[in-house]
């Protein structure tokens, strides 16, 4: 009926034949001008083809699943487009699109222009295994096309090999990146061995045939391990170093929907092979989930790189996605399956919201980097004259991230505070505290992000420049704002037509909770979204936004009744009577978030050293040094001493190498005769 | 359909005209009790008629989002005041937006108005952006906190229906979880709307400033917009509080609303003008970093009416 | 015909495998470089033989490419290039190794020992008939394999470490193709490329271990220890 398996097989041809013409483009002698856009038409085709089959993947309702044989044991190259796969698959190929429109524009102006064909090879490679990683059904093919992933996202983020900051950034990435994998392969196989196959089919509901020492032990690794790549505290510190050096339409996928796939394997874990689990499982990653939320946004404040500044605030939204898993596993353990779906749906849909928001950004604010040669907001300002239409997208996206009605962030937050809500009357005495706090502390990361954006949008946008560079910036090119408009759109179409993409879900719930959520969803013809039931408590996005519109006409009524006669002067902004204001005047990030600084100063534990030059005397300095940092937390008490154990230890082991080879070999030699001769006598 | 559009253009004029009154009364009220005179109840009708009538200046530094604000902030204001329950206990536009989104429409306006404040580069709306983005961010786990008491209490988030279980309920008011959560929303409420002693709504002093900083360079027709929206504020958070926990007065429907229920509602929110003017007259701003922990104490107060919701 | 005839087959195989031994064990024997290196290319030609009887017998096309690869690059190809090495680097005789050539001797024939023991344990007397054509010489592809690895233990030069590498590579091969029909293709291409790659590679870098320390001598890279 629909051609889905065509569309999927179509959409992963056009991907590889992307990376096959990419390397001939690079191996080519002379690059041609039309070669970045050419491969990146490809890799939109790609992705409007997957986002075909993914589209119909979710209304067929029966599961589609495919597989090629290999010859090795245990390995079969199966692919499934259940319903889960279909939803982050759609994201996924919503993300690319945009992207690729975007790179076709930035491509040949950025740093990336010296070796576009390698570029677009290792982008298609990325997507292509990103969409293997969403629909692989074998342990094995998973873990294969997982570490595909990280590999061409580290090239692709030490892309710009030249800066040492973005090789330490892309380093920490893969070494994190390895350690969680190893960790994944752990907990598959304590599951694999339970069901005797490696197939994610066999694996359905079988976290309760393991007895529950070993399917604790499997569930914390396999947490932790897409922890890794998800980025939740305490695991996270590859985020901020990685994201910001690579180039930004690379940063941009990479918040999107890498971090996701992290997602997709807890939903697939938590959701698909563990059925019902034990309270303090879902307690767990709820509180990750508020940590992680909390914490993140915290960072975000004090940064003033503006893409360190977005990549913390991933690791925020990742919390918000994670209140929302951790309560459904809850209410699934007390037995209250239609809750269970409003979490897991506020949860996904936040997964969405965000991927689309967080790309928006990172496109806007790479357009921004492009244009005034620097991450550093502090050299921004007035942008918004020059790069109007960048500052409309990224205001959009501000809005959005910051959970403001009416657009996609508002909606899925409110999802997840009436899931919230809802958890306080469905637990028992002891675990029902938590959500009411995990309400009030997300009420407080929502208004953090939302102070951090003021800052990054204010900062970057709006006043006077701050810098020649920024003085001299001038807008991206139109390839570069199509890439955003189309995910501008999606914002506000995600948010205004909440009630009509809700019914994507009732296929993923139906198949996890038994229970179709979105008739419950959707009340008032279409209009309405509620938590359950409109006694519950509901929602309009659409009459919101006509109703700030249409309200908005009364004070124009009042101007136009009264003050259409009076003047309308242009004037210089008050400046105490200083000789002009200039951008020295304005208000800097650092400042900013100050406030905030001082009163978590216990967290931060800020140090500051004001040091003043004078010659005459000190009532006359003649310059004046600053300097303000912030301690980083998890790095200084967590991986320091990680690391100087892990150095000991090897040092420790040092006095077994000899640095013969010949002695190493006697060693493994000796090992294998032991082997062979205790192998074969048992 | 024509019933609700009679309901909700009441509404709008009930919002819009009686918000100036509640601000009069304050000023009024607490310059007597400083032995002043005070400007007279309906002098702020008269400020926001000339405000209105007078001519404009735009720094030129400032772009459209200094423009847009003003009229951003005064339809998520009203907007959010078509929301809650005034005189009868359904609110005009419940339906389509309960106390979740009386919260974040008040955050959006918060949004574009800090904005504002960055937009005209000076030092003043930075200033006054990052004070005012702070208090609010800190003050919200208190806020949503008791909103979360009085929803669980009430089954829902939509506040027609908090206020019609509260109607059911007279005396509820004195139970403790009640009265904790209308001390910490008390708490909120003099944050949110920045009068003293977290910040004073009279001075221009860049110590003290924190609201009268974003708006400094805003002046005519915009000024008023935004007095307008500020008074509004007050009135949709102080409405929420009296309308919530002390129902006496609503009238189940609006066609049974009477002048009574009218007078009772503006006789609720006059006297928590008076606690509000006498804790102001009575107490001293608090230094900006001393605020957190007020907003602190709150967000205890709304934990324990929390807690109590079931020890009790 | 004596062609078709299964026990032709077995009896063909085990003596080229009884051949294979004897040149494994003459390589251990052998001090000339060159030698050694024919020895195995021979080596490897019979193994490919043996692959092609296995794939005569059973009807297995795609092991006649696995025989294939095995001639044109272990057979040819890296004799050749192992050869034009020598010439560059004008060595022509080993130094004496660690253990010397007597005791060398003993410990590869106590390794064949060890190997047919091992081999035992696979053994599964009832599957007669063509697919157990080659089950006879597991034991020869375990000795090849541990005598390989310990001329790489023994050895000082890094010329004959590789070829021992070389040696070992072909043991797994031989027991690849006596237990299964080979390994599946793509596991096989892959051994192939890896020992390629390292062969290559370790030609390269003998040669600057030759010109930077004037000989071959492997023991001496322990100076550079940390």
Redesign the interface.
């Known amino acids: 009926m629909w051609p889905t398996r065509e569309l999927y097989t179509a959409g992963l041809l056009v991907y590889a034949l992307g990376i096959a013409g990419a390397l001939a483009g690079y191996a080519a002698k002379r690059t041609r001008r039309w070669l970045p856009g050419l491969l990146c038409a490809v890799s939109l085709l790609g992705a409007l083809l997957e986002f075909g089959a993914s589209l119909t993947a979710l209304f067929v309702r029966t599961e589609l699943s495919w597989t090629l044989a290999?010859?090795?044991p245990y390995l079969r190259y199966t692919v499934r487009l259940d319903p889960l796969s279909a939803y982050f698959n759609l994201a996924l190929s919503l993300l690319a699109a945009s992207v690729s429109v975007y790179s076709a524009g930035y491509i040949g102006r950025s740093s990336v222009r010296k070796s576009p064909g390698l570029f677009c090879a290792l982008l298609n490679l990325l997507l292509l295994s990103l969409t293997l990683v969403f629909t692989a059904s074998n342990i094995l093919f998973f873990l294969i096309v997982w570490e595909l992933t990280a590999v061409a996202a580290y090239f692709l983020v030490v892309f710009d090999h030249e800066s040492a900051e973005a090789r330490k950034g892309g380093l920490l990435y893969l070494l994190m990146s390895r350690g969680g994998t190893g960790m994944l392969l752990i907990g598959f196989l304590l599951l694999a061995s339970a069901a005797g196959s490696m197939d994610f089919a066999a694996l359905h509901g079988i976290g309760q045939q393991l007895p529950p020492a070993l399917a604790a032990i499997a569930f914390l690794l396999l947490f932790l391990g897409f922890g890794v790549k998800a980025g939740i505290i305490p695991v996270h510190i590859w985020l901020p170093a990685a994201h910001p050096v690579a180039p930004s339409n690379i940063s941009a996928l990479m918040s999107g929907i890498l971090i996701k796939a992290g997602i997709y394997g807890m939903a697939r874990v938590f959701f698909d092979f563990y059925g019902t689990v034990p309270v303090w499982a879902g307690m767990t990653v709820l509180v990750v989930g508020v940590v992680s939320g909390l914490l993140g946004v915290l960072y975000a404040l004090m940064e003033h790189d503006l893409k360190r500044l977005l990549a913390y605030h991933s690791i925020e939204n990742i919390g918000i996605i994670l209140m929302g898993f951790g309560s459904a596993l809850l209410f699934r353990s007390f037995g209250h399956p239609q809750l269970a779906a409003l979490a897991l749906v506020a949860g996904l849909f936040h997964t969405l919201n965000h991927g689309v928001f967080k790309c928006l950004l990172f496109l806007g604010a790479g357009g921004v980097v492009h244009a005034t040669h620097t991450r550093n907001m502090e050299e921004m300002g007035?942008l918004?004259?020059r790069m109007p239409s960048s500052a409309l997208y990224f205001?959009i996206g501000a809005?959005a991230i910051?959970?403001?009605?009416p657009l996609n962030g508002?909606v899925s937050e409110?999802f997840t505070?009436?899931a919230l809500?809802a958890g306080?009357?469905a637990t028992p005495?002891l675990t029902?505290?938590a959500f009411?706090?995990a309400?009030?502390?997300?009420?407080?990361t929502?208004?953090?992000a939302?102070?951090c954006?003021?800052?990054a949008?204010?900062?970057t946008?709006?006043?006077?420049p701050r810098s020649e560079r920024a003085e001299n910036a001038q807008e991206v090119p139109l390839l570069m704002r199509s890439g955003m408009a189309i995910l501008a759109v999606a914002c506000v179409l995600l948010g205004l037509g909440a009630t009509w993409f809700l019914p994507v879900f009732d296929p993923i719930t139906q198949g996890i909770f038994g229970v179709a959520i979105s008739p419950d969803l959707v009340a008032?013809n279409g209009?309405?979204l509620t938590?359950g039931s409109?006694?519950?408590?509901?929602?309009?996005t659409v009459?919101?936004a006509l109703?700030?519109?249409a309200?908005?006409a009364?004070?124009?009524l009042?101007?136009l009744v009264?003050?259409r006669k009076?003047?309308?002067?242009?004037?210089?902004?008050?400046?105490c009577g200083l000789p002009g204001?200039t951008?020295e005047?304005?208000?800097?990030a650092t400042?900013?978030?100050?406030?905030?600084r001082?009163?978590f100063a216990a967290l931060f534990r800020p140090r500051r050293e004001i040091q003043t030059e004078f010659e005459v005397s000190a009532y006359y300095p003649t310059a004046i040094h600053f300097e303000s940092e912030i301690k980083p937390t998890f790095e200084t008490h967590v991986y320091e001493p990680l690391r100087e154990l892990v150095l000991s230890l090897a040092s420790r082991m040092?006095r077994v190498?000899?640095?013969?080879?010949?002695v190493y070999?006697?060693y493994?030699?000796i090992t294998?005769?032991l082997l062979?001769?205790f192998?074969?006598r048992g | 359909m024509m019933e609700r559009i009679l309901t909700v253009l009441a509404q709008i004029v009930l919002v819009l005209f009686l918000s100036p009154l509640i601000t009069g009364f304050s000023r009024t009220w607490k310059a007597r009790l400083q032995t002043r005179r005070g400007p007279g109840i309906f002098q702020p009708y008269r400020d926001l008629a000339k405000l209105l009538r007078k001519g404009m200046v735009i720094p030129d530094t400032a772009s459209w989002v200094f423009g847009a604000t003003p009229y951003v902030l005064f339809s998520t204001t009203l907007l959010a005041g078509l929301l809650i329950p005034t005189v009868s206990a359904q609110a005009p536009l419940s339906a389509f937006g309960g106390v979740l989104a009386v919260v974040y429409l008040l955050a959006l306006g918060r949004f574009f108005l800090a904005l504002g404040g960055l937009d005209t580069g000076s030092s003043f709306g930075g200033l006054g952006s990052s004070r005012e983005m702070t208090i609010s961010a800190i003050a919200e786990p208190a806020l949503m906190l008791a909103v979360f008491t009085v929803a669980i209490g009430a089954g829902s988030t939509n506040l027609s229906t908090v206020a019609q279980a509260a109607l059911g309920q007279s005396w509820r008011f004195l139970a403790p979880s009640q009265m904790l959560a209308f001390a910490a929303l008390f708490i909120v409420l003099i944050a949110e709307t920045g009068r003293i002693p977290v910040d004073n709504p009279a001075t221009h002093l860049e110590l003290t400033m924190i609201h009268e900083a974003m708006i400094l360079e805003y002046s005519g027709p915009y000024l008023a917009l935004i007095e307008w929206s500020a008074a509004m504020k007050q009135l949709v958070l102080m409405t929420l509080l009296v309308n919530v926990f002390i129902p006496f007065g609503l009238s189940a429907g609006w066609s049974a609303i009477t002048v009574l229920s009218l007078i009772l509602f503006v006789v609720k929110l006059l006297f928590l003008a008076a606690t509000v003017v006498l804790m102001e007259t009575t107490n001293a701003k608090l230094r900006l970093f001393r605020v957190p922990e007020l907003l602190a104490v709150a967000f205890i107060l709304s934990a324990m009416a929390l807690i109590s919701t079931f020890l009790f | 015909m004596f062609w078709q005839d299964p026990q032709f087959g077995e009896r063909l195989i085990t003596m080229m495998a009884a051949l294979v031994l004897v040149l494994q064990i003459m390589m251990v024997a052998q001090r000339g470089l060159v030698t050694n290196i024919r020895a195995f290319g021979l080596q490897s030609f019979l193994l490919a033989a043996i692959a092609a009887t296995i794939a005569h017998f059973n009807h297995a096309p795609h092991i006649y490419v696995v025989a294939a690869l095995t001639l044109i690059f272990k057979a040819i190809l890296l004799p050749l290039v192992l050869e034009r090495l020598v010439a560059k680097i004008e060595i022509r005789l080993e130094i004496e190794p660690f253990l010397n050539v007597p005791v060398s001797v003993i410990v590869s024939g106590f390794l064949t020992l060890l190997g047919y023991v091992v081999a035992e344990s696979f053994h599964r007397p009832e599957e007669a008939g063509p697919a157990s054509l080659g089950h006879n010489t597991l034991a020869v592809a375990i000795a090849l394999f541990l005598i390989g690895f310990f001329m790489m233990i023994n050895r000082r030069k890094a010329l004959t470490q590789v070829l021992a590498l070389l040696c070992l590579e072909n043991g797994l091969f031989l027991a690849a193709i006596s237990l299964t029909f080979g390994m599946p293709l793509i596991v096989e291409a892959g051994i192939f490329f890896d020992v390629l790659v390292a062969t290559l590679l370790l030609a390269i870098l003998i040669y600057r271990i030759r010109e930077t320390f004037d000989s071959m001598d492997v023991s001496r890279l322990s100076r550079l220890k940390g």
């Open positions: 290999s010859g090795v007035g918004i004259r205001l809005i910051s959970g403001l009605p508002f409110w505070y009436q809500l306080f009357g005495a029902r505290m009411p706090i309400g009030a502390l997300l009420a407080l929502a208004a953090l939302a102070a954006f003021v800052k949008f204010g900062i946008f709006l006043a006077l008032g209009l309405l938590a409109t006694g519950r408590g509901s929602v309009s009459v919101i109703a700030l519109v309200l908005g009364i004070p124009l009042l101007w009264w003050g009076s003047a309308r002067l242009s004037g210089p902004t008050w400046d204001l951008a005047n304005e208000y800097t400042a900013f978030s100050k406030p905030l001082m009163i040092r190498q000899a640095g013969s080879i010949h070999l006697t493994v030699f294998l005769i062979l001769i192998g074969a």
